[in-house]
Each structure stands twice: as structure tokens, then as C-alpha cells.
């Protein structure tokens, strides 16, 4: 039975761009940053799963510089942790053993022969976790789909609407959806498949209308506000990202 709660933002969720569980996912990532840097940055129960996985994920690594910088400034929780981590990376990597010849003949003669020699990385700082955030950020994703998945189930009043009229789920979070949810919720994922294959059609009549319109001799035909936008929920179902960060800015690395 999902909380009230998860129904509230699922529904709010639904009424913005982009996939609702990549957004649900992205706030529920923010808070658990916010809530590990106000409360827990000290506890080394909350402190070992960042140690086991050698630091937080690139993406979250970033969310956490982002949330330190804005709250107070000084980024000390970041000090505190990666200093930590990098004493004990610099621990390891001194008492590594490190093969002592050169490549090795026989691993030659086996890759040649298509035989997959023993990954020579695997031992090298292995990590022990996942990154924390990502774990909640995964847990939040189930709990979401499922939610989604009972309320589709239940008929609740107006949801399939709503789901509808909204962006829908991304590939990502339908497939993990249909894998988790499709056996305790068979008509709720006929329901979705179905709804899905039809608004991926319609988006794919758009896009040929696009490419037909931008055709020379067809350039007195006005292209639809539905048709100028097939693209962008196209490539929203691709990636879960809202439409409108598709432009020509691109992050520089
Ligand atoms: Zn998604
Ligand atoms: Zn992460």
C-alpha cells in the first residue's frame, strides 16, 4: 500500500516535464545530499557505505559540491570525507602488488584466441558499495513504479488520465517498471505497454511530418505546434530528460 505521500508527488510530478521518476529520483538525491551534510557528515555509521564505495558517483559527487556551496560556503563535509578517502585510496595504492614483468605472454595468447583473461583491474581498489545516493535513488524508483503501477491497477480516479496527458515514464523506468510490476499488476502493464506504443507512434507521425515540412517543396505547409515538439518527447522517453533542456548549450567538461 504506497503512502499518501508518494501518491501527492507522484501526481505532482506527473504534471511537470520530463519522466516523473527521473524527477522524483533527482529530489529524492538532493534531499539525502542535504540531509547527510546538515545531520550525519561526522557518524561514521553514515560515513562508511561513501568509504566502501571510494566517494559518491560523479553525477552526485557534483549535487553534493552544489549543496554545500549554496548552504554555507566553505565546503568542509566535502574536506571531511575526501580527505578520509584519500588517505585511505593513497594507504592502498601504496601496499599494492603489482605484477613485476612485463605483459604476460600466455594472457597475449589467450585474447588472441578470443579466451577472456582474469580482469588484471579487479583487485585494484575494488569497491566495496555503491554509491549512497544512487542506492536511494533506487529505492525511491521502486517504490514510485509500484506506486504508479497500484494506482493505474486501482483505476484511481483520473490517474490514467493524468498519466496520459503527462510526459509518461522514460525507457529506463518502464522497463525496470514492466520487469518489477508486470506480474502482480498484469492489466495495469498491458495498460502502459499499450499506451506507450501508441504515443511513441504518434510522436514518430510527427517527426515525419517534421522531416517531410523542412522539405523544400513543401514549404508553404506550416508545421503544428505537435509536430514542431515530437522530437523533444521523443528524445524525453529516451532519456527521462525534460524537453526543453535539448538546446545548443552543452556542458563543457
Ligand atoms: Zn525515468
Ligand atoms: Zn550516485
Known sequence: MPFAISIANLKEALRRSGCPVCRLGHQAAAASVESFLWENVNEPDVRQPIIDAYGFCPRHTC???????????????????????????????????????????????????????????????????????????????????????????????GFAA????????CLNHLRRGLGQFAAPYPQAARWLSDETAARLERLSAGMREYIRKNNWE???????????????????????????????MVDEF
Open 63 to 157: 549535487l553534493l559540491v552544489a549543496a554545500e556551496m549554496r548552504n554555507t560556503g566553505p565546503v568542509l563535509g566535502v574536506n571531511i570525507i575526501y580527505e578520509q578517502l584519500g588517505r585511505l585510496a593513497s594507504r592502498e595504492l601504496s601496499q599494492l602488488e603489482l605484477p613485476d614483468r612485463g605483459p604476460n605472454a600466455l594472457a597475449a595468447v589467450l585474447k588472441r584466441l578470443g579466451v577472456n583473461e582474469p580482469s588484471s583491474t579487479a583487485s585494484v581498489l575494488p569497491p566495496k558499495g555503491t554509491c549512497p545516493v544512487c542506492t536511494v535513488v533506487q529505492e525511491n524508483d521502486r517504490g514510485m513504479l509500484e506506486t504508479l503501477f497500484e494506482l493505474l491497477a486501482r483505476q484511481e480516479e
Open 162 to 169: 493524468a498519466y496520459a496527458a503527462s510526459d509518461g515514464l
Open 218 to 248: 513543401y514549404r508553404d505547409e506550416k508545421l503544428t505546434e505537435a509536430e514542431s515538439l515530437a522530437w523533444r518527447h521523443m528524445l524525453t522517453f529516451f532519456t527521462g530528460l525534460p524537453g526543453d533542456d535539448f538546446t545548443f
